[in-house]
């Protein structure tokens, strides 16, 4: 919400207190002829001020339709204006929980292939995935450990008793800390961010240490990796326009694209961007570690890049903001009509680019609550700037809080039928 040249309206659904929150920015102070009203229908407001009208779709039908709502006289004369709306009562019915992952297995079509996204090459041919497959969650080895020591009426041996049972006895078993899923062709394993596949089912795919320039489309014409430390995995490049698509595991043997990158055929017909599959991934790490700060570091650590610090706020928020339509408008204008933006799923959070080392000095530290999460560099980057641009969206009294900047990380939705 720019405050310095451009009308901005800002809504927020808050579900738990039953209301909607509702900011609207002026490009000069409030006078006789702002005015801000509810449409009859309770799902848009209107601001008028200086000879201009402006529309915003609010995320959730607003009780009180068809009122004009009042200008508080501390806010007589500023810039800032705020309204607290109460949410219909038919807003109030239970609905289905809408799922946050993209690209659930659920979603992907059966038969259906993998291109890179910035040139459309197939990458994993049509036909070549005959199922689509979950992955567990990250501690899934722990729970079944957990579950075997643990479960009713089994007698455990003296190991178990002892908590001495060795590794190999819980790999036996299928859960130990060396078990890992590898690929099978023919099958395509979702995971939270990355699609993962058989080597012998991709196709155009470059393999490297390091660039694309340094890389084969044979894996096995690669330098020896028998370097000290080996490396655990290659990077692995589209072909055609060198752009990288993911990682090969040395490890499972697997394909690790990132959803990002890539386009397939899914039920929604959407493909997920990297805040999507960021804001998929903190959700779980809540869920799984009840820890709501993690640090978002680089995979590979260049000089200039930087980590992000991030406190989650609310991991379940809808907004609609008019910024974005405006920010193209001319301010000589005399009436603007954009179209109302739609309302947005997204996660709230305090966030802030610290150094690498910082970063590290943080994870080290006994008192540490955050829980790291790696992305690319180039999609660090692009966090970033997606958090900066949802800062800007905000009402101007609300984008900083001590040290951190507010944000807003988009959400997938999944579309509940």
Not at 8 to 33: F, G, H, K, M, V
Request: hydrophobic share 35%.
């Amino acid at each position: 919400m720019n405050s310095s040249g451009h009308y901005a309206l800002y809504a927020e659904l808050l579900a738990n207190i039953r209301q909607i929150s509702l900011a609207a920015s002026l490009p000069s102070a409030s006078d006789a002829s702002t005015q801000v009203a509810l449409s009859a229908d309770g799902r848009t407001v209107e601001l008028r001020h200086g000879g201009r009208d402006h529309h915003l779709t609010l995320p959730a039908k607003a009780g009180l339709g068809g009122t004009l709502l009042p200008i508080q006289d501390k806010q007589k004369g500023t810039r800032a204006l705020s309204w607290r709306l109460p949410l219909d009562a038919a807003s109030l019915s239970p609905s289905h929980q809408a799922d946050h992952t993209p690209w659930s297995a659920t979603d992907l079509g059966p038969d259906s292939g993998v291109a890179c996204r910035q040139c459309s090459t197939n990458v994993v041919p049509a036909g070549s995935v005959k199922a689509w497959k979950d992955l567990p969650s990250e501690n899934w080895a722990e729970m079944m450990e957990f579950w075997h020591c643990h479960k009713p009426d089994h007698h455990h041996s003296h190991e178990e008793e002892t908590g001495k049972a060795d590794e190999q006895t819980l790999a036996a078993r299928g859960y130990g800390a060396s078990s890992v899923i590898s690929a099978q062709e023919g099958v395509g394993f979702v995971d939270l961010t990355t699609l993962l596949f058989a080597e012998s089912d991709c196709r155009s795919v470059t393999f490297s240490l390091s660039t694309f320039e340094q890389g084969s489309t044979d894996r096995q014409r690669l330098p020896s990796t028998d370097a000290t430390p080996q490396p655990r995995s290659l990077n692995v490049f589209c072909s055609s326009c060198q752009t990288q698509l993911g990682f090969f595991n040395l490890r499972t043997s697997a394909v690790t694209l990132l959803k990002w990158q890539i386009s397939s055929q899914s039920t929604s017909g959407a493909v997920p961007g990297i805040p999507e599959c960021l804001a998929a991934t903190l959700i779980s790490t809540i869920s799984r570690s009840g820890s709501s700060k993690s640090l978002i570091t680089p995979i590979l650590i260049p000089v200039q890049d930087d980590a992000i610090h991030i406190w989650v706020l609310n991991s379940s928020i809808v907004y609609s903001s008019s910024s974005s339509s405006n920010s193209s408008n001319s301010s000589n204008s005399s009436s603007s009509n954009a179209a109302p933006q739609q309302r947005t799923p997204a996660i709230k959070l305090l966030y802030r680019a610290i150094p690498c080392a910082e970063a590290d000095k943080l994870l080290e530290a006994v008192t540490c609550d955050a829980q790291e999460i790696n992305l690319p560099a180039q999609a660090l980057r692009e966090v970033l700037r997606h958090l900066g641009e949802s800062n800007a969206r905000l009402p101007p009294t609300e984008r900083v809080f001590k040290e951190w900047k507010v944000g807003l990380l988009t959400r997938w939705e999944s579309k509940v039928v």
